[in-house]
């Protein structure tokens, strides 16, 4: 009998080890494993791509509020919006879903754009002293020319409507003129001295502001900083009118009918002017002004813009924002509207940048008649609907209150079920009865949609620092919300503490979803939340548990631990020890809600799960959360240990420090709080072996049915992993992952948690429901599942308990997954979601989940591939055996920041980014090189950091990357790599950028991309009366091409330089063949036309030398003739 088991177990192994070998034939080919040793990926310089496989990452639309915006325009005829940012960023709105950004090169900041009224283009001056011409005419707009200014640094620039000269202003209070067609400057300049009167003895100052008049192009309003205000004759190159106002000049505005301005001013003051009075101001308010007791005027902010826009009915609106008083406690940005006799201020929640009233005609000298307000805010972009009564709101159709609060997390969901979306919006956006807004439709409405979409749906979940979590629909180019879930109904803050912590206790760290079952799992730093989808409203308590992350260490190695086992005893709160014996201290740093709570349809609260703070230590942040509906189970670890909980007795089956997941097999030797528990426990060490170095798998179970038996404790002492003595700040900064078993490991985060059904242990033929969890310091271990059976499953207990196998990698654990034989991925067990109490039932795509499974059943009998990946290098290994299929050092001296394993055209790759900026992807499980990019520098997206700077400039560059490298993490949670090659990133505090790696989808990318330019008429302008044409009183045009033409001469060649951009090289570039062609031809026909002259000149030298023989025969027949006669016979 024993012998027939041997041989059957011979057996067993020999086709075991036959099936590894086909597997490795079929992914490594050429490689040779007689050695036994494992192959090894080429590393990423050997393997590179070459040049001609290399792009550039290809960024697909980006999303949210413009951060920190400089300034703004509006095309009145084609209605779009634009706006710019400090960045250099130009982000153009038209209606609701096109939504196109581009940006400078080198990222100035945006002083002013001007659009070129329904010509499909518009100009950009920036803070390098650059002008920039944009074409969006087309899907993705481009810059055509470029202009620097070298000698002066530009304020302003003025683009009169339907004309091709732009006024520039400058610092130095000169004016130059452009021409727009030819980005080429002008002879005509209008310079500070001579705008000036003689008598002057001070500079004026930088231009401010520049107006062409309404209704003559002839005059040209000029406005310096001082306060001086110039018009200028343009034909008669002197000044018309002067006037001088007594404080400085922030903006001016002309009426329509060209005879008055106002200008507003430093002190808060409106001045209006008249063209036929120079001495002083018709008139001069103050409109939030008051007098105090002692009959002084209260001193009021300065007003920053002004808007003086004409009605039919009479009475013109004034439009201006400030101006409000300074001692006055409380106040708020605002805009106020003067409309007749009635003043309306409206308060804004952030400060005003920039506002541009909304108008039917494009024609100054025409009546406005205003119809809404654009208001730029430094957070917000708000509407105002001037038509309505009280002025209410439009509601912003743009997703740009995604910083709301600040975001904290991002998943990226792509290719999730198609119901998903639906059942989202269902009980959330389509549910909202938002009031107060305008009844009116939405202004801005430019543009067209694309033709193009995706077949999947995307969806993006954000967390927000306020405990809040808001879904969003990120199908192709679109992004709206969907639901927005908010944790303060369920938790509730305690009172802040007398350090001065200001951190939200709420602010969301992690966000899981299930999307088959609908199950969710929310984090916080001390608090993870499992929810369940439900279109029904009901009421209802929440169940809570205080589960503290503690182990037991003992000092005395040889004393035998207490009874019980302390792998699967949940030890209750107030029986766990702190100092001296004493009963440890614990408090909750936030609260769960008591009494039932009202749970509206959506996503209900089932269970909360807190950690509570031991001994008035906070609690470690929770790293990592999994969540697994076909198990019931939900599991989340920090930097002490790891928690799983079962979600459907609503029961926390294990809670253990990472020291005690190892057992006896832990390579590291702990650091003890004092000196003497460190003697104590030096005995302790152990190194790791070659086996583990090389990342193959340790389990002391071997040969044996893993069980509870295998982990020991490892002390007395009863402690919290977080309360060690952190690493080495060097070690932190650089993720050096060289750690030996001989430095003192004080704590070990548990950073990745996946449920699968795989192998324990190289023994087992069959396989289990595990949980595979990854730690920071590069260690996977496998924790067993044993599930009743699905009819007890609500009754019976769920048993866990750690095997033992351990995988070891250098550098922090990133991510971890399964494929099948075919080198397809092996997706989680989950439920089909259900709502109310029907029956559920379990994906298809996996096997009925129940204690073991048998090998046939999980994947076809030919095992399973178990891909390992940290932040320095990756590993495939073949299970059950273990043994490594590839390995591949990612990196050498940088880190990774987030690896996802994703499906990419029926296939699986691996994509990681990492700390210097590039984007790298691998192909699995072979881990071969495909993709190698310069991406996005880790320092771009250093914003999330909340590390202050270093004052010793000489450490400053190395101690700001140390800061950037500690708080990768954080940037981690905000970058995201999804299925299909797509992924998104926080790009800054209000802004998420989304990126694609697919070149297929890259093709389709510009059919899904909106038109901004439709071509369309120009509104005709009225027909002006005859009497206003006979009295002179109409409009009066301009010959600016003769004035600014040719005629005015040439500018110098060190005012600006023109830097033409890719439009125009290319155009240049083509003219310069058609130049070269033109003199190659040219060249060919001179060479045939001196050809056919020589063909000729030979023809005439014949000729002359056939008439040259004719005349010497001639001659010598004459001679021979007279040659015998005498003279007298002639």
Known sequence: MASRNERARRDRAARRQTELEKIRRKYVPGDSFSSGSPPSAPSPASARPPPAARRQDNQIVRHGFPHQPTALAFDPVQKLLAIGTKTGSLRLLGRPGVDIHVRHDGDPAVLQIAFLVNEGALVTACTDDTLNMWNIRQKIPEVVHTLKFQRERTTCISLPLQSKWLYVGTEKGNVHIVNIESFVVSGYIINWNKAIELSRKNHPGPVTCLVDNPVDSNKLLIGFETGLLVLWDLRTKAA????????????????????????????????????????????????????????????????????????????????????????????????????????????????????????????????????????????????????????PCFENPYPMDLHGSTVTSCTYLADCPGDLVP??????????????????????????????????????????????????????????????????????????????????????????????????????????????????????EVPCLEI?????????????????????????????????????????????????????????????????????????????????????????????????????????????????????????????????????????????????INGLCLSPTAGKQGGVGSVSPRGRDVQRSRSQERLDTQQTASRSSSLSSLENISSEAIVCLQFADTFVNKSESSTCPCLLVGTSLGSTLIVQVALPRSADRATQAVSVAPTGSIFRLNGAMQCIALLDCSGARIPAAAETWRDGNKERTRTPSRPTVSSCGSLSEAGGGDGQLLVLVSDK?????????????????????????????????????????????????????????????????????????????????????????????????????????????????????????????SSEFCTQLQDMVGELFLACDMPEL????????????????????????????????????????????????????SSTGGDVGRARQAMIERGQKLSKLEDRTEQLMADADNFSSTAHQLMMRYKDKKWYQL
């Not at 057992?663 to 190194?687: F, H, I, N, T, V």
Request: hydrophobic content about 35%; proline content about 7%.
């Open 240 to 391: 018309d009118v002067r006037w001088q106002s007594a404080e400085p000049l922030r903006s001016v505005c002309w009426l329509s009918d060209g005879k008055q301005f106002m200008s507003s001013h430093a002190d808060g003051s409106l001045c209006t002017w008249s063209v036929k009075t120079p001495q002083r101001p018709v008139a001069t308010q103050f409109p939030h002004a008051k007098t105090r007791e002692n009959g002084q005027q209260e001193p009021c902010k300065a007003i920053q813009k002004v808007s003086w826009l004409s009605t039919r009915a009479g009475e013109p609106y004034v439009i201006f924002t400030g101006g409000l008083g300074h001692d006055t406690a409380g106040r708020t940005p605002s805009v106020t509207v003067m409309h007749g006799r009635t003043t309306t201020v409206l308060e804004m929640e952030h400060n005003v940048v920039d506002f541009i009233a909304l108008v039917d005609t494009p024609y100054p000298s025409e009546f406005q008649d205003p119809y809404g307000i654009v208001v730029l805010l430094q957070n917000d972009l708000v509407v105002v609907d001037l038509t309505s009564p009280g002025y």
């Open 873 to 997: 290098q990756a590993r495939v290994l073949a299970t059950p055996s273990h043994s490594c299929l590839c390995k591949l050092q990612i990196t050498e001296t940088s880190f990774v920041v987030r690896a996802e394993i994703i499906s990419l055209k029926d296939s699986v790759c691996l994509v990681c980014y990492l700390a210097n900026g590039r984007l790298n992807s691998y192909s699995l499980p072979s881990l071969r090189p495909l993709m190698e990019v310069e991406f996005l520098p880790l320092s771009d997206l250093s914003f999330q950091t909340t590390k202050s700077a270093i004052a010793d400039p000489m450490l400053a560059i190395w101690g700001q990357q140390m800061f950037v490298n500690e708080d990768a993490t954080q940037m981690a949670r905000t970058f995201c790599i999804s299925n299909h090659g797509h992924g998104l990133y926080l790009c800054s505090p209000s802004e998420i950028q989304k990126f694609t790696i």
């Open 548 to 692: 503290p992350i503690v182990y037991e260490t003992y000092g005395d190695s040889d004393r035998d631990p207490p009874s019980g086992d302390p792998a699967v005893t949940v030890r209750p709160a107030d029986t766990i020890a702190g100092v001296n014996g004493k009963k440890a201290e614990l408090s909750l740093p936030v609260r769960c809600r008591s009494g039932p709570i009202r749970r509206p349809p959506g996503f209900h609260p089932e269970l909360v799960c807190i950690t509570p703070a031991v001994n008035g230590e906070p609690p470690g942040v929770i790293s990592s959360v999994a969540v697994n509906s076909a198990y019931g189970l939900l599991a989340y670890g920090n930097e002490s240990g790891l928690v799983i909980v079962d979600t459907v007795q609503r029961t926390c089956l294990l809670n253990l420090g990472t020291p005690d997941l190892y057992g006896p097999a832990d390579p590291y030797q702990r650091a003890p709080r004092s000196p003497k528990q460190r003697a104590e426990e030096a005995d302790l060490g152990r190194s790791p072996d070659s086996e583990q």
């Open 1022 to 1073: 009225p027909q002006q009366g005859f009497l206003k044409g006979l009295f002179g009183g109409g409009v009066r045009s301009l010959d600016r091409e003769e004035l600014f033409g040719e005629t005015s001469g040439k500018a110098s060649r060190s005012v600006a330089k023109l830097l033409t951009g890719p439009t125009a090289q290319a155009e240049q570039l083509q003219a310069r063949v």
């Open 423 to 540: 059942a989202l919006y269902s009980v959330g956006t389509a549910k909202q009865n938002r009031t107060g807004f305008s009844e009116k439709e939405w202004p801005i409405t430019g543009g067209t949609w694309g033709t193009g979409g995706n077949s999947y749906p995307e969806v993006v979940i954000t967390g927000h620092a306020d405990g809040s979590v808001k879904f969003w629909d990120a199908t192709a180019v679109s992004f709206q919300v969907l639901y927005k879930l908010k944790v303060s109904r369920v938790l509730e803050r305690q009172r802040r503490s007398q350090d001065g912590d200001t951190e939200d206790q709420l602010a969301v760290q992690q966000v899981v979803l299930c999307p088959e079952s609908r199950q969710l799992a929310v984090a916080g730093a001390s608090y993870v939340i499992h929810f369940r989808f439900s279109r029904n409203e009901k009421n209802a």
